[in-house]
């Protein structure tokens, strides 16, 4: 089956919808959602959004606050569009209806979280993330001229003398099917269940990313995962996500006798930068042979539980009381800070494909997201994006300082910078690596490989043993049908992080390599890119 639109959305979390309602009057707009309409990482998304709407803050200092979290590596051109246009675009989202939390007398209240300088999130509940794709896809199903399959997994990009003019895509009576646009934005989100442990929901596997690739277009910072500190930690339960923003309102991380921990890995304690404390959690586990807790205990216990209804009832789920008990945590893949290259209007390396969200690396987050910028990303850049593809298709202009790094990792890095967020005096053992490179041949196997040698903690041995791995995986031929596409794509992901991982012989951000455990911006102040030649 084939037909033909202005202009293709793939992907229904808030960067797709922002950017559907941008193009509902410059022609016919169909949106292509992977499962039902709603399911993306913007409906599981807690603490809120992030934007210089109060009386203290400025965009100034929230691109400040961005910048020092993200390492040494965030595009500032790109902070400044996120900040600059933020507090604009929660502004619409609230005359469209969104629900955020209020002061008694009327002004909005905002949280903060880690690594913010100010209150600056605002939230609706602990569900921001549902209420702000209700407002959108109330916004888009009012209008006519924005159409929505929904089940529809794609698998190609459509490449026409090196432009893409459309995708391809079984339905969900696994039809392969054809549409072609004039402009094709991904909107996809991230890939975090690349990893076993992941507070991702199951559509989050980095299709938009394999899609670019195999088309041709640029990745970039893949090696940046950020692994978010605080998922539930308990046998049998699922790694539900433990919003940063009970930490913002004075949570305490413990070790197994009580005692806070957290200052001796980072001057800030429980609201260092996600990186340090995900890595502080696992190293005090190590420390003491024991679990880390997340206590709620000395707040007020209705506050609490009328502040993060959500979060309350999952754990009731499991036999907890987030306002008295203890809550077992420890860190879980939740972002990617790479992706899909592109400009600051959502430009990739192809004419005609625009990435936006989670699966694109404007460079805006640098080693390192700062908590909840990544629905205002996608906020703010799927309005750019809805702009952007309305022009005459053009690539994104290259940025000299996006290279491709030698693949094989050659360990010869001896930059000796004191960043903070790396130092540390307790090393967390890396695993001993198999001598066995055997295909993984099931997306849990590929799951179990990315956590054990490219998680929180990689070194050179188990990071080759997982390039070469994937590598065999890669050259299998996949079969035709929608779940061959699905485990194609999915090693793509794994191979292009694993690979990334490889390359960058410093830690930085998220990214940490015990063999070289320190930043080296001498060397290292780029940003790796990769592509189909």
């Not at 099917?177 to 076993?196: D, H, K, N």
């Not at 000299?400 to 004191?418: F, I, K, Q, W």
Request: some cysteine; proline content about 5%; charged content about 20%.
């Amino acid at each position: 089956m084939r037909d033909s639109f202005d202009f293709v959305i793939v992907g229904g979390g808030i960067a797709g919808l922002r950017a559907a309602v941008g193009l509902a009057n410059a022609g016919r707009v169909l949106v292509l959602t992977k499962a039902e309409p709603a399911e993306s990482n913007t409906g599981y998304a807690q603490g809120g959004i992030a934007a210089a709407v109060g009386g203290d803050d400025s965009a100034a200092l929230h691109a400040a606050d961005t910048i020092r979290a993200g390492d040494g590596l965030c595009d500032e051109a790109a902070v400044r569009v996120l900040v600059e246009h933020g507090a604009d675009g929660v502004r619409d989202l609230i005359a469209w209806g969104a629900a955020f939390e209020r002061n008694p007398d009327g002004s909005l209240a905002l949280g903060r979280e880690a690594a913010h300088s100010v209150r600056r999130v605002l939230h609706a509940g602990d569900a921001t993330g549902r209420e702000i794709g209700r407002v959108l896809w109330d916004c888009v199903s009012a209008v006519p001229a924005v159409s929505t399959i929904d089940h529809a997994l794609v698998t190609e990009l459509i490449v026409e003398d090196r432009r893409v003019c459309g995708v391809a895509y079984f339905d969900r009576a696994s039809r392969r099917c054809e549409v072609r646009a004039r402009a094709t934005l991904l909107a996809t989100g991230g890939a975090g269940q690349v990893f076993s442990d992941t507070t991702n929901p199951a559509v989050a596997t980095g299709d938009g990313v394999a899609l670019a690739y195999h088309a041709g277009a640029r990745v970039a910072d893949l090696e940046f995962v950020q692994f978010h500190p605080t998922a539930l930690k308990l046998p049998g339960a699922p790694r539900f996500l433990i919003s940063e923003a009970l930490r913002g309102e004075g949570a305490r991380l413990v070790n197994q006798r009580g005692d806070a921990f957290m200052t001796t890995y980072h001057a800030d304690g429980d609201l260092a930068p996600r990186d340090v404390v995900a890595r502080g959690i696992v190293r005090e586990e190590h420390r003491t042979d024991g679990p880390v807790f997340l206590t709620l205990s000395h707040l007020d216990n209705e506050y609490v539980r009328r502040r993060f209804p959500t979060i309350a009832t999952m754990c009731t789920s499991v036999g907890l009381d987030l306002a008295r008990d203890p809550i077992p945590v420890g860190p879980a893949a939740h972002y990617i800070m790479g992706g899909v290259e592109t400009d600051e209007w959502t430009r990739t390396s192809l004419p005609g494909l625009y990435a936006a969200g989670e699966v694109a690396c404007t460079g805006v987050h640098g080693a390192n997201r700062l908590a909840s910028n990544s629905l205002l990303e996608g906020l703010v850049f799927g309005a750019r994006a809805a702009e952007a593809m309305q022009q005459p298709p053009t690539a994104a202009p290259l940025k000299l300082d996006r290279v491709l790094a030698p693949s094989t990792g050659t360990g010869t890095s001896t930059g000796t910078s004191t960043s903070t967020s790396t130092s540390t005096s307790t090393r967390h053992p890396t695993p001993a690596p198999s001598t066995q490179h055997a295909a993984p041949s099931t997306h849990d196997s590929i799951r179990h490989l990315m956590w054990r040698c490219a998680g929180l903690f990689r070194a050179r041995a188990t990071l080759l043993e997982a390039v070469h791995t994937l590598d065999a995986a890669a050259d299998r031929v996949f079969p035709a049908t929608p779940d061959g596409w699905r485990l194609r794509n999915f090693v793509t992901v794994a191979r292009l992080i694993a690979r990334a991982a490889l390359r960058r012989d410093e830690s930085r951000g998220a990214h940490f390599r015990e063999d070289f455990p320190r930043r080296d911006d001498a060397r290292w102040r780029i940003h790796l890119t990769d592509a189909i030649e």
